[in-house]
T-cell receptor
């Protein structure tokens, strides 16, 4: 049973470009969460989605960041006009609707030059 | 505000010893706690979880203890192995939200 999948694993962007991070949840999981991790720090919650709905985006910056989880296909975290401060590891987690345990993917490491 | 912290940023043990990693949380309303292990360059890996209606839960070589009186969580690893070397995070989940709140992590180093 495949775990949470994320791609790309590494992404390099220049300032001002767009970054698109993709996440496919585990089979049977309908809830997706995005977290950001800066070096030497813990993970910080960004957004929680269910299919076609954003449930909680309280941790996501109001500007430049958006997320979606369409009916078909992976969840996408989109960062527009990236700045150097966006450089971080972005992790996706998924869970079943009836369980609280969140399982994490391998992450996408974004580097903004 | 809500926060989860760890007592020690690093812990060094000898192979075969038992390890204890501690965590203090501040939100008495939290009802779910979880420990993750994160190896370099990888995502957090689930180890064990516990609900607030329990004070102890055991897994394979790991035990989580929850002391709600002092808001303290600990992870015990029996017979620690070199493969246990990683950063360990505790996280809590409050009743009001669905997000996990993470601490900064404890780096466990196991020497042979």
């Amino acid at each position: 049973n495949a775990g949470v999948m994320q791609n790309p694993r590494h992404l390099v962007r220049r300032r001002g470009q767009e970054a698109r991070l993709r996440c496919s949840p585990m089979k049977g999981h309908s809830h997706v969460y995005w977290y950001r991790q800066l070096p030497e720090e813990g993970l910080k919650f960004m957004v929680y989605l269910q299919k076609e709905n954003i449930i909680d985006e309280s941790g996501m910056p109001k500007e430049r960041f958006s997320a979606e989880f369409p009916k078909e296909g992976p969840s996408i975290l989109r960062i527009q006009q990236v700045v150097r401060g966006d450089s971080a590891a972005y992790f996706c987690a998924s869970s079943r609707a009836d369980q609280e345990t969140q399982y994490f993917g391998p992450g996408t490491r974004l580097l903004v030059l | 505000g809500e926060s989860v912290g760890l007592h020690l940023p690093t812990l060094s043990v000898q192979e075969g010893d038992n390890s204890i990693i501690n965590c203090a949380y501040s939100n008495s309303a939290s009802d779910y706690f979880i420990w993750y292990k994160q190896e370099s360059g990888k995502g957090p890996q689930f180890i064990i979880d516990i609900r607030s209606n329990m004070d102890k839960r055991q897994g394979q070589r790991v035990t989580v203890l929850l002391n709600k009186t002092v808001k303290h969580l600990s992870l015990q690893i029996a017979a620690t192995q070199p493969g246990d070397s990683a950063v360990y995070f505790c996280a809590e989940k409050g009743k009001a939200g669905t997000a996990l709140i993470f601490g900064k992590g404890t780096t466990l180093s196991v020497s042979s």
